[in-house]
């Protein structure tokens, strides 16, 4: 085993390694910026080194300045937690080079991974479904009419030279086809000089499903079930849960075998996702596979007792799998909210500051996943999520009651953050029900709020008069403080006229 | 005293008069309602009508003060008599000027207008980073650019004058 980590990252990710590390009797090595030097990740290490100013190009994904301080503290092997380097083939390579264990997957397996192409023919060979459709481009209408005909309508036409939604068409039928292939091909000649199109079968309102893997050096692979992350706003997961409502036992051990095969096929080690889109049929395709840690990754140890960070280190140090696919079980419900430092009233507008009160729920089965403290700053220059909340329940319904619970105990004030966004998802009808998909929030959740009444607006209404009446109170209390504390130099004021005067 | 109190576009007369140590007498239209309040945090009050429990959270500037009950924002100004009659007044001399201003530190990636530039409702004006997002800035009415404060590439602070138009 390992007696020295470095953990190259921040804010919860960085907490979360750094506490597994110190239950394991590990020693962690902590990088900080500038602005991070009072973060709790610095200060629950054991060994801490400044990285660089403030940027994140300067400081935490400085790949020169992190192999310099792995060697100089004697690191012996590196957590990259997930953004940042997590999944930087390059950052991989050169680690390998120096002789530093990356708490993560071989390089070779993170770069097929990584392309999407590429991705797409390795996993679709080792038999992982992908969206049907073709995967170089088509030259004749004739052609694409045919290929949509089989894969079926409605159909997405793609540039495949594409990007930014430029040269990207949605097809309902056959007789929308030939204007709209005229006109993304216009339309991806004039943005990249290459009109040539591919085709993909459209998923219409598709739930993303994910599977948990885990890999060993001596090639055993398992899975640890699903996650479903459909709950997005602007494709970014907000609230994970496990299991998903929507798969069934005989469905989940089909993308549990099928992820399996995906992370074996690029011989895969460590932990690892493979995400998938499913349809209203409930029929699954391979999106991309995510090497490294998932944000979501509590709501799984929560629902199968299994340590994934810790699992990881082990598996970086050599050691074998010590449980069978067939030891692993689900029990329970979990589910996660992502608090982000955003103002969920004023279109989710990012809110960076001080943070002046933070009381954090607690009672049984609730874990939050922090990196924030009464009194710090959360600084403009990362990610301004600041916590996430986790609870596990008997069952669904009790996890969602859990956690409208432990919401509403949830106090940050000094910025605003995604908690109270959290609390009205778990009231809506629709999350309660299990009836939603990717475009749930977009499309239906903030319809649905707009038309909502909020029912506590005269409680609301009395609070703001008494909170602008003692305000009042005690500065008209001061000013007369001021007076009567002014004395001799009351002369003063009769040369001034209006002085002290309030309003 | 008596306060004007605005949800939205709804204004209620709101009377508070103190009954005692964190008690309070509540008029509001022609019902008194008794009021157990308790500034128990910073920024957070707890507060029992009719033995029922509710926790406020508050962030107040000024005269707006913006109540978070169970997860519902209620944002709402609050105004004595003498600044609602200030405010009667102030509503018709202004004339219409709007003042952009950043609502948290950031810096400046873009000004999209020219001072003397005639500018339409809803116009982006100004592009702030922040948090790795970019945020674009509209303006309200139609009007001219009177006056711009920054210029791309500073770095702002929450509350710094960005623009002004007229």
């Known amino acids: ?503 | 005293m008596n306060y004007y109190v605005s949800l939205e576009e709804k204004e209620v007369l709101v009377g508070v008069a103190e009954a005692g140590v964190a008690q309070f007498k509540i008029r509001i239209e022609d019902r008194e309602i008794a009021v157990d309040a308790h500034k128990v945090e910073r920024d957070a009050w707890s507060i029992v009508i009719d033995n029922r429990v509710y926790e406020a959270d508050l962030v107040v500037s000024d005269d707006d003060i913006e109540v978070l009950i169970k997860g519902d924002m209620y944002p709402l100004r609050v105004l004595n008599e003498q600044k609602k009659a200030l405010s009667r007044v102030s509503e018709a001399a202004e004339g219409g000027k709007q003042l952009i201003d950043a609502p948290m530190p950031g810096k400046v990636v873009k000004v999209l207008v020219m001072e003397g530039q005639e500018v339409e409702a809803n116009q982006g004006v100004i592009i702030i980073e922040a948090m790795k997002m970019e945020n674009e800035f509209k303006s309200r009415a139609a009007g001219k650019v009177k006056e711009v404060f920054v210029k791309e590439g500073d770095i702002v602070e929450g509350g710094e004058r960005l623009l002004l138009i007229e």
């Open chain 1, 1 to 503: 085993m390992f007696s020295k980590i470095l953990v190259a990252n921040r804010g919860e990710i960085a907490v979360r390694v750094i506490r597994a590390c110190r239950e394991m009797g590990i020693e962690s090595i902590a990088v900080y910026s500038d602005v991070d030097r009072h973060a709790l990740h610095v200060r629950y290490a054991d060994y801490a080194y400044r990285i660089g100013p403030p940027q994140a190009s300067e400081s935490y994904l400085n790949i020169d300045k992190l192999l310099e301080i792995a060697r100089m503290s004697g690191a012996e092997a590196i957590h990259p937690g997930y953004g940042f380097l997590a999944e930087n083939p390059d950052f991989a390579r050169r680690l390998k080079d120096e002789g530093i264990k990356l708490i993560g997957p071989p390089p070779e397996a993170m770069r097929v991974m990584g392309s999407k192409t590429l991705a797409r023919q390795t996993v679709s060979a080792a038999g992982v479904p992908v969206v049907p459709g073709t995967k170089e481009s088509i030259e004749t209408e004739e052609e694409v009419l045919r290929v949509a005909r089989e894969v079926g309508y409605p159909v997405m036409l793609k540039a495949a030279a594409g990007g930014g939604g430029k040269g990207l068409r949605l097809v309902n039928e056959e007789s929308e086809m030939r204007s709209a292939i005229r006109m993304a091909r216009s339309e991806a000649k004039s943005s990249f000089g290459d009109d040539s199109m591919y085709i993909e079968k459209y998923i219409e309102r598709p739930r993303h499903i994910e599977i948990q893997v885990l890999a060993d050096q001596q090639g055993n692979t398992i899975h640890l079930f699903e996650r479903e992350c459909s709950i997005q706003r602007r494709h970014q997961k907000v609230i994970e849960e496990s299991p998903s409502v929507f798969v069934t036992d005989e469905i989940r051990k089909e993308m549990g075998a099928v992820a399996v095969a995906a992370a074996k096929a690029v011989d895969y080690e460590g932990a690892g996702t493979v995400e998938f889109l499913m349809d209203k049929e409930k029929n699954f395709y391979f999106l991309e596979m995510n090497t490294r840690l998932q944000v979501e990754h509590p709501v799984t140890e929560m629902v199968t007792g299994i340590d994934i960070v810790k699992e990881q280190i082990k598996i970086a140090a050599g050691e074998p799998l010590r449980f069978k696919q067939e030891e692993i079980k689900q029990v329970g419900h979990a589910i996660e909210c992502r608090i982000y430092a955003e103002d969920p009233d004023k279109n989710f507008f990012p809110c960076p500051g001080l943070i002046e009160t933070l009381r954090i729920p607690g009672g049984p089965g609730v874990r939050d996943d922090s990196g924030v403290f009464e009194g710090f700053e959360i600084p403009i220059h990362y990610d301004p999520m600041i916590s996430k909340l986790v609870v596990w329940g008997k069952d669904r319904q009790e996890a969602i009651l859990r956690m409208g619970r432990a919401l509403s105990e949830y106090i940050i004030t000094g910025v605003k953050t995604t908690v109270p966004f959290h609390i009205r998802v778990m009231n809506n009808r629709h999350f309660i029900e299990g009836d939603f998909d990717t475009n749930f929030i977009d499309q239906v959740f903030l319809k649905e709020e707009q038309e909502r009444i909020p029912e506590n607006s005269e409680v609301a209404i009395i609070v703001g008069a008494i909170e602008q009446f003692i305000r009042e109170k005690s500065e008209s209390l001061k000013s007369d403080e001021v007076r009567e504390g002014e004395g001799i130099s009351l002369w003063k004021s009769s040369f001034r006229p209006g002085f002290g005067r309030r309003f």
